[in-house]
């Protein structure tokens, strides 16, 4: 949430991958890491993390394979460590569990442990398992903007603008989001879909604010709050949604969603590149 993240991450650290049951692999960062470095606490929203790669073996030692969501509130204290949610995952591998509720309760209690709230977690076996691939909704900015000129990459508010006065309710967005990790300095790229009610915003200037993240060091959940914050605090709309869509590393994907009218974005959006 932060460029440092406290002591006892596991991301950058060679570690063992085990396959039997071991809850205290994940590790929680708390939120207030970024969010004293933005200057915001409260958010409304959720960060949806979803699973490609749960398996464990049932009574009878068949393996089972399955996919989903966790589902984790922008109030909670903590967030959970990428790397130590892919360990804890894996850990479940040689692990026998007799169903797909009992699994899906087994993580949702110890995430929830983990971050400091109650989690929601939605998996099932691959056979039956859905989540529809959707393209970003909306007027994508660098298919409008093409011919924009670009030279700051990091995070710049003072680019954003508004074009008018006038009042307008649209969908902007961009798969031009990228950012890195604050530990390992790894890329992260992002599909960036952004609601708002309020004067009309800039999109040209949008796009330029997008692209600014490019170097920046800073977990998902962190830059998506900053974006937010950072369209209220220069461009005051009177609602704003802001949903950033991650792509995969490790067999999870991450999509942080604030917003000031609603917990969830509707839908639940899967970009092709997650």
Not at 70 to 99: D, F, H, M, N
Not at 177 to 204: K, M, N
Request: net charge negative; hydrophobic share 40%.
């Amino acid at each position: 949430m932060s460029a440092c993240a406290p002591a006892g991450t596991l991301l950058g650290q060679t570690t063992e991958y085990v396959d039997t049951y071991r809850p205290d692999l994940l590790t929680p960062i708390p939120r207030s890491l970024g969010r004293d470095a933005i200057g915001v606490h409260d958010f409304r929203g959720t960060d949806v993390w979803r699973l490609y790669e749960i398996t464990w073996i049932n009574e009878r030692g068949l393996p089972v394979a399955a996919a989903g969501e966790i589902r984790v509130p922008a109030t909670s204290p903590c967030i959970v460590e990428s790397k130590s949610l892919k360990l804890y995952i894996g850990s479940l591998t040689q692990t026998k569990i007799a169903s797909v509720e009992e699994a899906a309760r087994l993580i949702a209690r110890d995430v929830s442990a983990c971050v400091g709230a109650p989690v929601e977690v939605l998996i099932d076996d691959l056979a039956r398992w859905e989540m529809p691939v959707t393209r970003v909704p909306g007027i994508v900015l660098e298919a409008e903007c093409g011919d924009l000129e670009c030279s700051v990459y990091e995070p710049d508010a003072s680019l954003l603008k508004a074009a008018s006065d006038e009042v307008v309710e649209e969908t902007l967005s961009s798969n031009l989001l990228r950012s890195r990790c604050p530990v390992t300095s790894q890329p992260d790229h992002a599909s960036i879909v952004i609601s708002y009610r309020g004067r009309r915003i800039d999109r040209r200037a949008l796009l330029a604010y997008i692209v600014s993240f490019r170097r920046h060091q800073g977990f998902h959940e962190q830059c998506c709050e900053q974006i937010h914050a950072d369209i209220m605090r220069v461009l005051a709309p009177e609602a704003l949604s802001v949903n950033c869509c991650f792509t995969r590393r490790g067999g999870i994907d991450i999509s942080p969603f604030r917003s000031t009218v609603a917990d969830l974005p509707d839908p639940v959006i899967r970009t092709p590149r997650q």
